[in-house]
């Protein structure tokens, strides 16, 4: 058997939790993107607060891309 006891202990040790965006944050991402509407927002902030990985997404974009592909989700 490969491997010692205090190996197999590690395996036991909690996972870190995945990385979780706070809503203020996102919401102020939104709030920088120039002509996106109040109603886009607010339907922009609750497909993003619900997926890390759009958020991570969005951020990626140059600024001048953020607003027609945030009105593609919606």
Do not use: C
């Amino acid at each position: 058997m490969k491997g010692s006891f205090h190996d197999a202990l590690k395996s036991l040790e909690p996972l870190p939790l995945p990385q979780v965006t706070a809503p203020a944050e996102i919401l102020a991402t939104l709030e920088m993107i120039p002509d996106l509407a109040r109603g886009d927002i607010l339907r922009s902030y609750g497909k993003l607060i619900l997926s890390e990985r759009l958020y991570q997404a969005l951020l990626e974009l140059p600024m001048n891309f953020r607003k027609e592909w945030l009105l593609m989700l919606n």
